[in-house]
């Protein structure tokens, strides 16, 4: 990944280029999961069973997890929804796609995986009664447009959950984190993958990423949302956003 740009960072409305971020995940793809379980200290896999759970999903729900990776989102909601339920992963990167199939047929899991862009879904409106995308909006070069998509796609009544990384503001953790994200995480993740760049983006990204009110005001905005709401994990290192769709 050396030979890639660090993709710039962007609040809100535009986010960074999607030919760089997509040259950047294929890059880091075969390590990512190693990285996620040491930079987090598995802490990742219970953020989304939080969003999980708090989605409410039910046995014989249709889900659709967008910017999936390497599916551990849609893995997460599976195992809520049953055999009887439907869950697709998609993503635009096919490398990070990748372990996606074994990692679910490990678990006896039957899931869809398929690559898609998630500011252009190539499924019916109303066609699932949730979407997801956990890490990834922050990663979308037009995110309302993914919000928008995510929406469209969703039954009214349904929702879209995401989950992204914030800001802590609790003081002491905040100084705490900042120094772990600024100075340890970037040299960790850039030896574990060898591409310093995509952690020093995750670091720069994340660090200016709108989170709690500001990014429900990015929900509403969409007037896609009956209801949004927020919640911290983490004391906000990461959040989790729910709307329900109109
Ligand atoms: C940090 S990874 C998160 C992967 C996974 N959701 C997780 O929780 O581990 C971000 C993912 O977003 C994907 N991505 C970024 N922009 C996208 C877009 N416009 N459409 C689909 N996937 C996108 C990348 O390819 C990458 O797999």
Redesign the pocket.
């Given at each position: 990944m050396s030979s890639v740009d660090q993709p710039s960072t962007t609040h809100g409305m535009n986010g960074p280029d999607?030919s760089k971020?997509?040259s950047m995940?294929s890059g880091i793809a075969g390590r990512?999961d190693l990285a996620?379980t040491i930079l987090s200290g598995g802490i990742?896999h219970l953020w989304?069973q939080s969003l999980v759970d708090w989605s409410g999903a039910r046995a014989g729900q249709n889900i659709l997890?967008?910017?999936?990776?390497?599916g551990?989102?849609a893995i997460a909601f599976k195992s809520v929804v049953g055999q009887e339920g439907r869950v697709t992963g998609?993503?635009?990167?096919a490398e990070?796609l990748g372990p996606a199939p074994s990692k679910a047929a490990a678990r006896g899991y039957e899931i869809e995986f398929s690559q898609?862009?998630?500011?252009q879904l190539p499924f019916a409106d109303a066609s699932f009664d949730i979407a997801s995308?956990?890490?990834?909006i922050r990663?979308?070069?037009q995110p309302l447009k993914?919000l928008i998509e995510l929406a469209r796609v969703v039954r009214p009544g349904g929702c879209v959950m995401v989950?992204e990384f914030g800001q802590p503001d609790t003081p002491v953790i905040s100084n705490a984190y900042r120094l772990y994200s600024e100075k340890i995480l970037p040299r960790i993740g850039g030896w574990i993958t060898g591409a310093p760049e995509a952690y020093q983006y995750?670091q720069s990204s994340s660090s200016q990423f709108p989170c709690g009110q500001a990014f429900l005001d990015l929900m509403n905005s969409t007037d896609r949302f009956v209801q949004v709401e927020a919640r911290r994990l983490s004391f906000g290192v990461a959040w989790m956003y729910k709307g329900v769709v109109r």
């Open positions: 999607a971020i997509r995940f990512y996620n990742h989304r997890d967008c910017a999936t990776g390497t551990d989102l998609t993503d635009f990167c990070m898609a862009d998630v500011t995308i956990s890490f990834g990663n979308v070069a993914g989950l995750l």
